[in-house]
């Protein structure tokens, strides 16, 4: 993603957090306005709603996407707070600055609202519940993967990781950077993080009683991807969901459920006619044409699926040897490292699965590796 650690894919292929299980992002040609002083001072968005930038550490980011854009909305008595940045020293520095240029205590800050579990949104929530009493809320489907990552236990996740990406065709040589990778990104997840709210479910009002907040589950960046729809003012914080000029990575594993890029078109079906003035995303800059962007979105998927489908012609293959085949919007193939071979890979599991849910392509097993291959009309 940067230039100390070149992580193209945000946490898989298209969309995140780079570091193992973050979100990475396809780069698209962006098109919006911009607000040039959201990383230096914090932005009144509407009266009562602040957003402001939290960097990523030294070394990681793009020009267009340098930190996570965090939200303060105004409660009752106090404010909610809207995903928060990695568990670090220099970010949280660059939060505790945000809240005195606006004069917020941070003690005063009642709900920390977790889009998704990568840790450039989950990261810091512990130390701020820490600092303030806040009250930690995210979705089960994502707190069920994230409690691997914040846990004590030495052997995490990684190493299951690791035997299923193999099944895939990834060659076992290939898989020692993106292990070392990942596993500093644990590094960067909230330790020991329980949170204090799990919704479950499609919808869930959050914050104060009637304060018109409502959870709306978005499945396909992560399992339990949430994003905050303000009804009254009809705001959109959409976390990695829906983003102006990149693509949320959809990034399958062995602990997320099958066909998530399903999921995820599904889900952007889900919020494209929602009364939205105004997008509040994660990454990059807010927008204004929410039922747009999610068409442009729906599209890119579209022509990344009959790329698959003309690549599997000539005769199954397994991801590893399917994903070269598929033009990556981050680069050609032989320019990758390990690490974002890897999570193009997982991406294009992503569309295969899409295919075989709607009958074009079937899976077949070739000595041990898992294998896709069309299917014949009619079949």
Same mark, same amino acid.
């Given at each position: ?11 898989? &292929? ?20 911009? +607000? ?8 009144? #968005? ?46 949280? /520095?660059?939060?505790? $600055? ?7 205590? *941070?003690?005063? *800050? $009642? ?18 519940? /820490? ?13 069920? @993967? ?5 846990? !004590? ?38 330790? &020991?993080?329980?949170?204090? +709210? #799990? ?42 969901? #829906?983003?102006?000029? @990149?693509?949320?990575? *959809? ?19 889900? #919020? ?18 929410? !039922? ?10 579209? +022509? ?45 599991? !992503? ?8 009958? $074009?392509? /079937? ?17």
């Amino acid at each position: 993603m940067g230039s100390a650690i070149r992580l193209l894919f945000w946490d898989n &292929g298209a969309g995140g957090c780079a570091l193992g299980l973050g979100a990475i992002l396809e780069w698209h040609q962006p098109q919006v306005w911009s +607000v040039s002083t959201m990383d230096k001072v914090p932005v009144e #968005v509407v009266p009562g709603v602040y957003m402001f930038e939290v960097p990523f550490l030294p070394g990681l980011g793009q020009d267009d996407m340098t930190g996570t854009l965090c939200y303060l909305i105004k409660q009752q008595d106090g404010w909610l707070l809207v995903d928060t940045g990695y568990n670090h020293d220099h970010p949280y /520095s660059a939060f505790r $600055r945000h809240l005195d240029t606006l004069g917020v205590p *941070i003690e005063d *800050i $009642r709900w920390v609202f977790v889009t998704h579990y990568h840790p450039d949104h989950s990261g810091l929530a512990g130390r701020i519940r /820490s600092a303030s009493g806040a009250r930690v809320i995210m979705h089960m489907d994502d707190w069920s @993967i994230m409690q691997y990552a914040v846990g !004590a236990g030495e052997v995490w996740t990684l190493d299951g990781l690791v035997e299923w990406a193999k099944t895939l065709g990834v060659p076992a040589n290939e898989l020692g950077q993106f292990y070392d990778t990942a596993s500093f990104g644990r590094t960067l997840f909230p330790s &020991g993080l329980e949170p204090d +709210v #799990v919704l479950e479910g499609e919808e869930n009002p959050v914050g104060d009683v009637g304060g018109g907040l409502r959870a709306i589950l978005t499945p396909g960046h992560s399992p339990g991807h949430v994003c905050l729809y303000d009804e009254e003012r009809k705001l959109l914080f959409s976390g990695d969901h #829906v983003l102006v000029g @990149i693509t949320p990575h *959809i990034s399958p594993s062995h602990l997320t459920s099958y066909n998530q890029l399903g999921q995820y078109l599904d889900a952007l079906r889900k #919020v494209r006619d929602l009364e939205v003035d105004m997008v509040l995303p994660a990454h990059q800059r807010p927008f204004n044409y929410l !039922a747009r962007r999610v068409d442009e979105i729906l599209d890119h998927h579209r +022509v990344r699926l009959e790329e698959m489908i003309t690549a599997l012609t000539d005769r199954p293959m397994s991801p590893w040897e399917l994903a070269p085949r598929v033009t990556w919007d981050v680069g050609s193939w032989d320019d990758m490292d390990a690490t974002n071979r890897v999570l193009a890979v997982r991406e294009t599991l !992503a569309h295969v699965e899409l295919l075989e849910s709607r009958g $074009r392509v /079937s899976a077949i097993e070739d000595e041990g590796l898992n294998k896709f291959r069309l299917c014949s009309p009619g079949q």
